[in-house]
Structures are given as structure tokens and as C-alpha cells.
């Protein structure tokens, strides 16, 4: 399948681009309670919480970047996706398939398990 790729927007609403760096899983959910967009999608950084939205409108979505609105209806209610490039005032990711994340979610627990009981011995 073809990349999907997003921009994330408003960062400097919340902690600034700074916290956002490549090869970080980020959650995008959808924002049901939104009073400005009805196919808005926050986008959260754990432990800290919301750091930005999906762009989507004309102004803010960068040419080969799909809109909140266009993978508004790829998931039911939360999806991630991986930061590819930060700049001073967005980032754009790349939305992950389901079956990606939990395959890389299961690898990196073996491995940290792995690494766990390699300096125990």
C-alpha cells in the first residue's frame, strides 16, 4: 500500500515542535466534541498529552499530504502514525497501518525482554 502521509498542526498551541522527533509514534484520535471541525483529529504524544491537530484545510495541508478529512474514515476512533520530518511549525507523519503497530509494538517488547535478561546473566 501507498504511504499516507499527514500534517500536524497547532503545535505551538500546546508544546511546541519541539517534542515531536522523527521515528516517534504519535496517537491521532478522532475530536468528537470539536465545535469548529466535525472531522477534526488531535493528535497526543504520551506521557505528555495533545501536542497539535491533523491539518485540514487548504491553508495548512502541504501538497502530498492527505487532510484530517480525507483518513477521517480509515479508523474508528484512534490510529497513529510516525514522525518523519519536524519543522519550526509542523511536522508531518506518516499514518500507520493497524497491523504495522502491532507488530512493531510486539518486537519491541521481545526485545526490551531480550535486553532485560542479557544483563541479569
Not at 9 to 25: A, W
Not at 29 to 34: C, G, M, P
Not at 61 to 71: D, K
Request: net charge positive.
Amino acid at each position: 500500500m501507498e504511504s499516507i502521509y499527514i500534517a500536524i498542526t497547532g503545535c505551538q498551541y500546546y508544546y511546541g515542535t519541539k517534542v515531536l522527533k522523527p521515528g516517534t509514534i504519535v496517537r491521532l484520535e478522532k475530536d468528537l466534541y470539536n465545535d469548529y471541525d466535525d472531522e477534526a483529529i488531535s493528535v497526543t504524544l504520551a506521557p505528555l498529552g495533545q501536542v497539535g491537530y491533523v491539518a485540514n484545510s487548504v491553508g495548512t495541508v502541504p501538497r502530498g499530504c492527505y487532510s484530517a478529512g480525507r483518513i477521517y474514515d480509515k479508523f474508528e476512533n484512534y490510529a497513529f502514525a510516525m514522525i518523519k520530518f519536524v519543522t519550526k511549525d509542523f511536522a508531518i507523519a506518516e499514518f500507520l497501518e493497524e497491523d504495522f503497530v502491532k507488530v512493531t509494538i510486539k518486537f519491541r517488547l521481545k526485545e526490551k525482554r531480550k535486553k532485560k535478561y542479557k544483563n541479569k546473566t
